[in-house]
């Protein structure tokens, strides 16, 4: 048996869920999360529990056990506390700011790259730290804004310079070493 599926869920003080059949809600302080899970998997609510179960020792119900516990656990945490993913620019002249709830980014391009944030999901622009962060309370949209941002300008390999995730190595390449060498 999946040892993250079997693994309870702790519900805390301030989030309702609500289980019906396959479908989950939950809310929080910081928002309300609604998903629809495989009906292969049992989920059940006791107390300020839940738990995770499969009918069978299938492959399929397998694979979906512990995925289905992880995705509970991450809407719960979500609505409870919330989600954040740090990003750095690196470079000569490459800045971030905020311009209302909008983020806009200065990466080297003819024009500044505004992005808007969907509905969940904040923006905060550090100019001290050079930090991007991103919030909001589903861990999946969180991290696809996160990603988006730093495909604007990806860190590149000689210089270092772009968009990278806080603590992210970059490799870096010697360059031309035998520039003037025959």
């Known amino acids: 048996m999946s040892r ?44 300020n529990q839940l738990t995770i179960a499969r009918k069978s020792d299938h492959p399929a119900e397998r694979a979906l056990h512990g995925t289905t516990r992880a995705v509970i656990a991450n809407m719960i945490h979500g ?9 750095q620019v690196e470079g000569v002249g490459y800045r971030a700011e905020m311009e209302g709830k909008n983020l806009a980014l200065f ?11 969907p509905a969940g999901v ?34 590149e390999p000689y210089h270092g310079k772009g968009l ?6 970059v490799r870096r390449k010697a360059g031309k070493a035998g520039k003037g060498a025959k």
Request: glycine fraction near 10%; avoid cysteine.
């Open 164 to 169: 990278r995730y806080l603590g992210e190595r």
């Open 4 to 47: 993250i599926g079997r693994l309870p869920i702790d519900i805390p003080s301030g989030v309702q869920v609500d289980v019906d059949g396959v479908e989950v809600r939950v809310k929080g302080p910081k928002g309300e999360m609604k998903r629809a899970f495989s009906p292969l998997i049992d989920i059940k609510k006791e107390d």
């Open 79 to 87: 609505v409870s506390k919330g989600f954040e993913v740090v990003l």
């Open 107 to 117: 990466v080297g391009y003819s024009h500044p790259v505004k992005m808007e944030p």
């Open 122 to 155: 904040s923006f905060e622009a550090d100019a001290k730290t050079r930090q991007i962060k991103v919030m909001g309370f589903d861990k999946e949209l969180v991290g696809q804004v996160a990603a988006n941002i730093r495909k604007v300008r990806p860190p």
